[in-house]
T-cell receptor, first 113, second 116 residues
């Protein structure tokens, strides 16, 4: 089946640093989503991307839908301690199983104050 | 408040003892789904439902059952739980499919299941 490769698996950074993570796939996706999971809670949607080349921001977060439709990245600028958590990318191909949103394995972010 | 509610939050059981994890959403969403989260494996879809009485297998359906008799509820049933089903489970819902335009998935807070 389709798979997403998310990297890095984990990051340890200093408060104030910028963060970059990405997802790649061997298949084309029509939608890319980025979620964040705080400890003990369910994932929460950060940014949704629906068009190849789209660049969208949400506060200090910026995400892009790759032109090839096979990748996406998420950047966090000027990290703060509450950015700690697991970040997941997710992709969906409308042409495939309509209900199947594929998730990456997550990037665990740790921020040192 | 719009939310997806799972119960229980924590459950410890023994091998073979049937159990049900409930999931309810109050947003009139058509689409509901169950995921399990395991270290190093991310979120894997178990079953999903596009609407009432319409369910389909995800990536890891073995050992699980679901039903969708009403729009708001989507229980996950483990007829004979085994230790390899020890995991963190999430229910999610969306207006219509998890990735469709303006229809993002909303997740519950999870159910941590331990099968001994």
């Amino acid at each position: 089946g389709q798979q997403l490769n998310q990297s890095p698996q984990s990051m340890f950074i200093q408060e104030g640093e910028d963060v970059s993570m990405n997802c790649t796939s061997s298949s084309i996706f029509n939608t890319w989503l980025w979620y964040k999971q705080d400890p003990g809670e369910g994932p929460v949607l950060l940014i949704a991307l629906y068009k190849a080349g789209e660049l969208t921001s949400n506060g200090r977060l910026t995400a892009q839908f790759g032109i090839t439709r096979k990748d996406s990245f998420l950047n966090i600028s000027a990290s703060i301690p509450s950015d700690v958590g697991i970040y997941f990318c997710a992709g969906q191909n409308y042409g495939g199983s309509q209900g199947n949103l594929i998730f990456g394995k997550g990037t665990k972010l740790s921020v040192k104050p | 408040e719009a939310q997806v509610t799972q119960n229980p939050r924590y459950l410890i059981t023994v091998t073979g003892k049937k159990l049900t994890v409930t999931c309810s959403q109050n947003m009139n969403h058509e689409y509901m789904s169950w995921y399990r989260q395991d270290p190093g494996l991310g979120l894997r879809q178990i079953y999903y439902s596009m609407n009432v009485e319409v369910t389909d297998k995800g990536d890891v359906p073995e050992g699980y059952k679901v039903s969708r008799k009403e729009k708001r509820n989507f229980p996950l049933i483990l007829e004979s739980p085994s230790p390899n089903q020890t995991s963190l489970y999430f229910c999610a819902s969306s207006r219509s499919g998890g990735g469709f335009y303006n229809s993002p998935l909303h997740f519950g807070n999870g159910t941590r299941l331990t099968v001994t």
